[in-house]
């Protein structure tokens, strides 16, 4: 079954009879291949959708908002706001471009900013990882005794070579001794060297 594309050169609008657009929310190969030959190079702005673009997230979620959602607690809300300020970092990079004199500017101003960054941890009493790690996981108590190693264990097999059933039986069961001289040497009653002699 063949489809049908129609084309609006004046507004670039473009419509298929297989209506792959308004199930999936991208044009189909039809539709491309219609703007091709009507010389039309670039995606129609109106058939790209929001849900398809890099600023998706940022822009329909409480992300996106400058206001920080009242009813989620302290480690929702820094979560929240290390997201947007990587949103908005990301968005300083996207107007800088392949502009290098811009790029010195920003590659100052983070300079800059790491290193009073660094001053204000230096001047904090609590050192900086111990800190977040006690914001997750609580500080020591006192009297509890820090973690230690566990006991090793031993698999089975590990260590000793696994032995066969008939080799377990004869173990259990003791060697033979000579009938004629009652000695464990390796001999029986037929090859025993008491008879040689």
Known sequence: MHSAVSVKRSTNDVECSCKFFNRYGYLCCHAFAALQQCGIH?????????????DALKNHTSIGSLETPSNCDKPERTKIKLTRAWFEFESC????????DKLDMVMLMLRDMESKLQNDSEQDDEPGQAHRA?????????????????????NKGSGSRIKSTREISIQSKGQRTCSICNKTEGHNARTCPTLKK
Do not use: H, Y
């Open 134 to 154: 006690d914001a997750f996981i609580g500080p020591l108590p006192l009297n509890e005794e820090g973690l230690r190693n566990p006991n090793i264990s031993k």
């Open 93 to 100: 990079l996207d107007l800088v471009g392949d502009d290098e």
């Open 42 to 54: 670039t995606i129609p702005r109106q058939f790209i959708k929001a849900r398809w673009t890099k």
